[in-house]
C-alpha cells in the first residue's frame, strides 16, 4: 500500500512540474508577444493576462510543493488558504481582462459597422 502512495505522490510531481513549465512557457511567450504589440490597450490586455498567468503559476508551485512534501501532514489546514487567494486574484484579474477585451471589441468591433462594411467588401468583389 505504501508503494502506492509514493507512486501517486510521483505522478503528482510529474504533472506539477509539467503544469509549472507550461505556465512559465506562456508567461515568457506572452511576454515576448506583448513587446511586439503597438497598440496600448492590447499591450493592456496582455499584461493583464500574464499576470493572471503568474497567480496561477504560484498557485501550481505552492500546490505542488505541498503535496509533494507532505507539508499539509504537519501544517494542517492553514496550507490551504493561500492556493484559494492565488485562485481568487487570477480570477478577479481574468474578469478584469474580460471587461477589457468587451470594451475592445465595441471600440475595433465589426458587429455595429457591417452595415458600412457589407455594400463596400461586395462591390470590391464586383469590381475584381
Not at 484579474?93 to 471600440?107: N, P, Q
Request: proline content about 3%; glycine content about 4%.
Amino acid at each position: 500500500m505504501e508503494e502506492k502512495v509514493e507512486m501517486d505522490v510521483d505522478i503528482e510531481l510529474v504533472i506539477g512540474t509539467l503544469t509549472i513549465l507550461a505556465e512559465v512557457t506562456v508567461v515568457y511567450v506572452t511576454l515576448y508577444a506583448r513587446r511586439r504589440m503597438s497598440n496600448p490597450k492590447l499591450m493592456k490586455y496582455m499584461t493583464q493576462v500574464c499576470l493572471a498567468i503568474v497567480f496561477l503559476f504560484m498557485f501550481s508551485i505552492w500546490h505542488t510543493s505541498v503535496e509533494t512534501l507532505q507539508l499539509s501532514e504537519s501544517y494542517g489546514a492553514l496550507l490551504d488558504v493561500p492556493p484559494y487567494i492565488f485562485l481568487l486574484f487570477a480570477n478577479v484579474i481574468f474578469l478584469y481582462g474580460s471587461i477589457t477585451i468587451l470594451k475592445m471589441s465595441r471600440e475595433y468591433g465589426f458587429q455595429t459597422h457591417m452595415d458600412k462594411i457589407g455594400p463596400n467588401v461586395k462591390k470590391k468583389e464586383q469590381d475584381t
